[in-house]
């Protein structure tokens, strides 16, 4: 099936357009704002980018078909899931440096910056990674391993896709991720953000107060440009996402793999919405508490997805399907167990 980029240039068009649009009104926004965004106006603004991405989908539906609706639909939750998560991170992170909340919307701003940037180059240079990394057809137990990229399974004369090893990789990883997702801990533990690697390393390039000097990155010490402490937390912020993006973009690949417009676009919408999602959620951690069982579900159902995909095609509809529904259920639970708790208290 031909990537949007080179069959529907209309839908690039709209998408970059919006994008655009949206992220200047952002910029406009934030530059007036002197207050931190209530619970309400998180709510309302989450709704609102939710309810662009879903037009935005209904759009490619109309221009493309269903299959890449349902395609960016999945990528979408998967990259929406994924973030929540990871915002608990940033979370922990402005509570131990201890930054205004009106501070925190610049550092998000900035975050989302580096992110739009950092994924389209993970997406597109795995993209081209993928596209060179087939293994040439052979075979195997009496099947006929072969056919290119776009080619489709055919059980009567036991032809299938060629074995990709960047997606066979990626397929362990994410299995090895959603084992890791259930073990790993809640994150009530206090982590030292200030002293652990990443920030020692940033010491040892830039001169960095102790202090914050309002919304400066630097300031002036006895005649010295030095970086402020919130460079330092915009630096851990946009590593962190680095992190994050270890998980997420493996995750989608299994999606669209041939199509890098799908899963850059459901990523950019996705995260358009994570500064009101944030504030939304620093009030409200326990309303997702089992969210990480349902993306381990969700991470271990792609990792043996991409690993039986030369053999068995699994729809992106059935997909869909599973990851909202998983998603769903993990939202209920959390909701369960937050209303049982306050029960017993």
């Not at 989908?57 to 998967?78: L, N, R």
């Not at 052979?138 to 032809?159: I, K, P, R, Y």
């Not at 402490?229 to 992190?243: C, Q, Y």
């Amino acid at each position: 099936m031909n990537s949007i980029l080179s069959s529907n240039p209309l839908i690039v068009f709209v998408f970059t357009f919006v994008v655009l649009v949206i992220f200047l009104y952002d910029l406009v926004l934030l530059s007036k704002r002197t207050s931190s965004v209530s619970n309400k106006e998180a709510a309302i603004w989450t709704s609102i980018w939710i309810g662009l991405s879903m037009l935005f989908s209904g759009f490619i539906w109309w221009q493309s078909g269903f299959e890449k609706f349902t395609q960016f639909q999945s990528a979408y939750w998967i990259e929406q899931a994924l973030s929540v998560d990871n915002l608990f991170v940033f979370i922990l992170i402005y509570s131990y440096f201890k930054i205004d909340r009106v501070l925190q919307q610049k550092v998000l701003l900035l975050g989302i910056i580096g992110a739009f940037i950092f994924r389209a180059i993970f997406i597109f240079v795995g993209f081209k990674l993928i596209k060179l990394s087939y293994l040439p057809a052979f075979d195997f137990a009496g099947l006929h391993f072969s056919g290119d990229v776009d080619s489709s399974v055919d059980f009567q004369t036991n032809t299938f896709l060629r074995i990709n090893v960047i997606i066979t990789i990626f397929g362990i990883f994410l299995i090895f991720a959603g084992i890791k997702s259930v073990l790993k801990s809640d994150g009530n533990e206090k982590k030292d953000y200030e002293n652990n690697l990443f920030s020692r390393i940033l010491t040892k390039f830039f001169r960095i107060s102790p202090k914050y000097d309002g919304a400066k990155f630097f300031t002036r010490i006895d005649k010295k440009l030095v970086a402020t402490k919130l460079f330092l937390v915009l630096l851990i912020v946009e590593f962190t996402d680095l992190l994050f993006a270890v998980d997420s973009i493996p995750a989608i690949f299994s999606i669209a793999p041939n199509d890098p417009f799908i899963l850059y676009s459901s990523n950019v919408f996705a995260i358009l919405g994570l500064r009101s999602m944030f504030f939304l959620l620093s009030n409200s951690l326990d309303i997702f508490s089992k969210l990480k069982y349902g993306l381990a579900i969700i991470l271990t159902f792609i990792g043996f997805k991409m690993l039986l995909a030369p053999i068995l095609h699994i729809s992106s509809s059935f997909s869909l399907s599973l990851i909202f529904g998983v998603l769903l259920a993990s939202i209920v639970a959390s909701f369960l167990t937050r209303n049982k708790d306050k029960v017993l208290d």
